[in-house]
């Protein structure tokens, strides 16, 4: 065998990693890295809490339904100085349901309709990887915000992150920020298990044994997004 057919065969069997995901819609106002960056932050979840939770992956803009006052809750938020960065599992990339060209094209269209809105996304990360890859990206972990701090200059303990699933908590939690639930997606379910409605929640106890046993009591609950911002602007 020749030292070129060697190295071809490497080639094929050998994949490059996937990284954490960075979208970032074409925008002006988007800082050069490492410049300051001193507007206040607000991380949002996006399945179940900007759009609506499915059952299977939305693999492509027709299965994407904003929640209703989402896009106004952006709005407001832009109107209040706020930047929007948007922090996704996206298991769909590493399960090769969908590619990143076509991911970030559902995220352009996510942007472009928010900013005929009136609001902004500053930027969409998304960890690409399958819960069995253990990486350090997916949500509860803080990855992608610690990433996110970096690169955009973010204080993490003035910022916000508004979800609808207690990993989303828990990474807010993990990274510094203030956490929101909110009810809408699956966060009727995870307000319950919050409330102690469901003892022996694994989420629950993961959160309680993190962050002290009264963690639940100081983590606000609120009906959506609308209803998150309405309480973040009312308590600046
Ligand atoms: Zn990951």
Known sequence: MSITEINLTSFTTVSAPLLPGLFVPVSPEVPAPGQVQTRPTIFIDRDGVINQN????VLNWSEFQFIEGSKKALALLKQAGYQVVVVTNQATIERGLLTVA??????????????????QVTAVYYCPHRPEANCDCRKPRPGLLLEAASRFQIKLGDSWFIGDHLTDLEAGLAAGCKPILVQTGRGQ?????LQGLQPGSASVSRLALK??????????????LLDAVEFILANR
Do not use: C, W, Y
Not at 54 to 57: D, F, L, S, T
Not at 102 to 119: C, F, P, T, V
Not at 189 to 193: D, V
Not at 213 to 224: E, Q
């Open 211 to 224: 962050f002290g046993p009264s963690v639940s009591l100081r983590l606000p609950v609120k009906a959506d």
């Open 54 to 57: 499915r059952k299977e992956h």
């Open 189 to 193: 379910m995870a307000a319950e298990e």
């Open 102 to 119: 076509q991911l970030d094209q559902l995220h352009r269209q996510m942007a472009n309709e928010i900013e005929m809105a009136g609001g």
